[in-house]
Protein backbone atom coordinates (compact mmCIF):
# COMPACT_ATOMS: atom_id res chain seq x y z
CA UNK A 1 0.00 0.00 0.00
CA UNK A 2 1.23 3.37 -1.08
CA UNK A 3 2.27 6.03 1.77
CA UNK A 4 -0.12 9.06 1.69
CA UNK A 5 1.98 12.08 2.63
CA UNK A 6 1.48 15.61 0.90
CA UNK A 7 4.38 18.76 1.01
CA UNK A 8 3.26 22.12 0.04
CA UNK A 9 5.57 25.81 0.80
CA UNK A 10 4.95 27.65 3.95
CA UNK A 11 3.13 30.65 3.46
CA UNK A 12 5.39 32.53 5.95
CA UNK A 13 8.72 31.52 4.70
CA UNK A 14 8.44 29.38 1.40
CA UNK A 15 9.93 26.92 3.27
CA UNK A 16 8.58 23.44 2.08
CA UNK A 17 7.04 20.94 4.69
CA UNK A 18 5.50 17.59 5.03
CA UNK A 19 2.58 16.43 6.21
CA UNK A 20 -1.36 16.46 5.94
CA UNK A 21 -3.69 19.22 4.40
CA UNK A 22 -6.59 20.79 5.69
CA UNK A 23 -8.51 23.75 4.97
CA UNK A 24 -9.08 26.35 7.22
CA UNK A 25 -12.79 26.67 7.13
CA UNK A 26 -14.83 23.16 5.96
CA UNK A 27 -15.36 22.93 2.13
CA UNK A 28 -12.46 25.79 1.60
CA UNK A 29 -8.62 25.12 -0.39
CA UNK A 30 -6.04 23.27 1.62
CA UNK A 31 -4.22 26.15 3.37
CA UNK A 32 -2.91 24.63 6.06
CA UNK A 33 -0.65 22.10 6.65
CA UNK A 34 -0.09 19.52 10.28
CA UNK A 35 3.66 18.26 10.50
CA UNK A 36 4.57 15.65 12.87
CA UNK A 37 8.27 16.83 13.21
CA UNK A 38 10.89 15.28 15.87
CA UNK A 39 12.41 16.46 18.38
CA UNK A 40 15.09 15.03 21.39
CA UNK A 41 12.27 12.79 22.99
CA UNK A 42 9.31 12.53 21.10
CA UNK A 43 7.48 14.11 18.42
CA UNK A 44 5.83 17.53 18.29
CA UNK A 45 2.57 18.81 15.83
CA UNK A 46 2.17 21.89 14.10
CA UNK A 47 0.31 23.56 12.11
CA UNK A 48 1.56 25.61 9.27
CA UNK A 49 -0.22 28.04 7.00
CA UNK A 50 0.97 26.93 3.43
CA UNK A 51 0.41 28.05 0.03
CA UNK A 52 -2.78 26.14 -1.15
CA UNK A 53 -1.13 26.10 -4.89
CA UNK A 54 1.55 24.63 -4.38
CA UNK A 55 0.29 21.20 -2.20
CA UNK A 56 2.11 18.07 -4.07
CA UNK A 57 0.96 14.70 -3.53
CA UNK A 58 3.80 12.23 -2.68
CA UNK A 59 3.99 8.99 -5.11
CA UNK A 60 4.90 6.20 -3.03
CA UNK A 61 8.35 6.22 -5.43
CA UNK A 62 11.92 7.18 -4.45
CA UNK A 63 14.54 7.65 -6.57
CA UNK A 64 18.09 7.80 -6.45
CA UNK A 65 20.55 10.32 -8.89
CA UNK A 66 21.53 7.44 -11.34
CA UNK A 67 24.63 7.91 -13.24
CA UNK A 68 26.19 6.05 -16.24
CA UNK A 69 28.23 3.64 -14.29
CA UNK A 70 25.41 2.68 -12.82
CA UNK A 71 26.45 3.48 -9.42
CA UNK A 72 24.00 5.32 -6.87
CA UNK A 73 24.93 8.92 -6.73
CA UNK A 74 22.60 10.33 -4.00
CA UNK A 75 20.17 9.24 -1.14
CA UNK A 76 16.97 8.04 -2.39
CA UNK A 77 14.58 11.29 -2.50
CA UNK A 78 10.77 11.13 -2.65
CA UNK A 79 9.45 11.92 -5.63
CA UNK A 80 6.53 14.49 -5.68
CA UNK A 81 3.71 15.41 -7.80
CA UNK A 82 4.66 18.48 -9.77
CA UNK A 83 8.61 17.32 -9.64
CA UNK A 84 10.99 17.54 -12.33
CA UNK A 85 13.26 15.21 -13.35
CA UNK A 86 16.02 15.25 -16.13
CA UNK A 87 17.10 12.61 -18.39
CA UNK A 88 20.16 12.87 -20.00
CA UNK A 89 21.97 10.68 -22.46
CA UNK A 90 25.88 10.04 -22.23
CA UNK A 91 28.34 10.20 -25.15
CA UNK A 92 31.78 9.69 -25.27
CA UNK A 93 34.02 12.50 -27.15
CA UNK A 94 37.25 11.32 -29.14
CA UNK A 95 39.23 11.34 -25.38
CA UNK A 96 36.95 8.81 -23.91
CA UNK A 97 35.69 11.97 -21.80
CA UNK A 98 32.18 11.56 -20.93
CA UNK A 99 29.65 14.21 -22.43
CA UNK A 100 25.93 14.75 -20.83
CA UNK A 101 23.36 15.52 -23.12
CA UNK A 102 19.66 16.31 -21.80
CA UNK A 103 17.13 15.07 -23.53
CA UNK A 104 14.10 15.71 -21.89
CA UNK A 105 12.67 16.85 -18.86
CA UNK A 106 9.97 15.23 -17.26
CA UNK A 107 7.62 16.31 -14.80
CA UNK A 108 5.67 14.06 -12.82
CA UNK A 109 1.79 15.75 -12.65
CA UNK A 110 -1.14 14.02 -11.05
CA UNK A 111 -3.93 12.52 -12.92
CA UNK A 112 -7.39 13.29 -10.93
CA UNK A 113 -9.81 10.86 -12.89
CA UNK A 114 -7.81 7.79 -12.44
CA UNK A 115 -6.19 9.13 -9.00
CA UNK A 116 -2.72 8.04 -10.00
CA UNK A 117 0.47 10.48 -10.80
CA UNK A 118 1.76 10.17 -14.53
CA UNK A 119 5.16 11.28 -16.41
CA UNK A 120 4.60 13.97 -18.59
CA UNK A 121 7.56 15.30 -21.01
CA UNK A 122 7.43 19.41 -20.89
CA UNK A 123 10.91 19.40 -22.39
CA UNK A 124 11.74 16.95 -25.44
CA UNK A 125 9.08 14.30 -26.16
CA UNK A 126 8.65 10.61 -24.56
CA UNK A 127 9.38 9.21 -28.26
CA UNK A 128 13.35 10.79 -27.42
CA UNK A 129 12.95 9.32 -24.25
CA UNK A 130 12.28 5.72 -25.57
CA UNK A 131 14.30 5.48 -28.14
CA UNK A 132 17.29 6.70 -26.10
CA UNK A 133 16.93 4.89 -22.80
CA UNK A 134 15.67 1.53 -24.97
CA UNK A 135 12.44 1.15 -23.14
CA UNK A 136 9.15 -0.05 -24.56
CA UNK A 137 7.07 2.14 -26.00
CA UNK A 138 3.31 1.88 -24.34
CA UNK A 139 0.45 3.19 -26.65
CA UNK A 140 1.75 6.45 -28.17
CA UNK A 141 0.95 8.93 -25.78
CA UNK A 142 3.07 11.14 -24.41
CA UNK A 143 1.41 10.63 -20.61
CA UNK A 144 2.58 7.71 -18.79
CA UNK A 145 2.00 6.02 -15.34
CA UNK A 146 4.72 7.00 -13.11
CA UNK A 147 5.44 3.69 -11.66
CA UNK A 148 5.37 2.28 -14.92
CA UNK A 149 8.19 4.71 -16.45
CA UNK A 150 10.18 4.83 -13.43
CA UNK A 151 10.27 0.95 -13.23
CA UNK A 152 11.27 0.80 -17.21
CA UNK A 153 13.81 4.01 -16.40
CA UNK A 154 15.62 1.48 -13.80
CA UNK A 155 15.69 -1.22 -16.01
CA UNK A 156 17.57 -0.27 -18.66
CA UNK A 157 20.55 -0.69 -18.86
CA UNK A 158 21.67 -1.42 -21.94
CA UNK A 159 21.50 2.63 -22.82
CA UNK A 160 24.24 5.02 -21.26
CA UNK A 161 21.47 7.63 -19.91
CA UNK A 162 21.69 9.38 -16.14
CA UNK A 163 18.92 10.91 -14.18
CA UNK A 164 18.01 13.49 -11.27
CA UNK A 165 15.50 15.36 -10.02
CA UNK A 166 16.09 18.67 -10.76
CA UNK A 167 13.00 21.06 -8.50
CA UNK A 168 9.68 21.08 -8.46
CA UNK A 169 8.02 22.99 -10.58
CA UNK A 170 7.07 25.59 -7.62
CA UNK A 171 10.20 26.52 -6.90
CA UNK A 172 10.75 29.10 -9.38
CA UNK A 173 11.26 32.10 -8.84
CA UNK A 174 8.33 34.93 -9.66
Known amino acids: ?9 RADNGEWVEGYPLPSIAGKELNRMTVFEPFP ?4 VNTYNVDPKTVCQYTGNK ?4 QVTGEIASEPRKVWCDDLIAIYTIYYDDNDNPIRDRI ?14 YAKCVY ?3 EEVVNEC ?11 PFTFW ?17 GNIYDKED
Open 1 to 9: MREILFKAK
Open 41 to 44: GGTS
Open 63 to 66: ICQK
Open 104 to 117: AIVHVAFDEKYQIP
Open 124 to 126: GTM
Open 134 to 144: AIQYMDGSEDW
Open 150 to 166: IEYMENSHDRFWEWEII
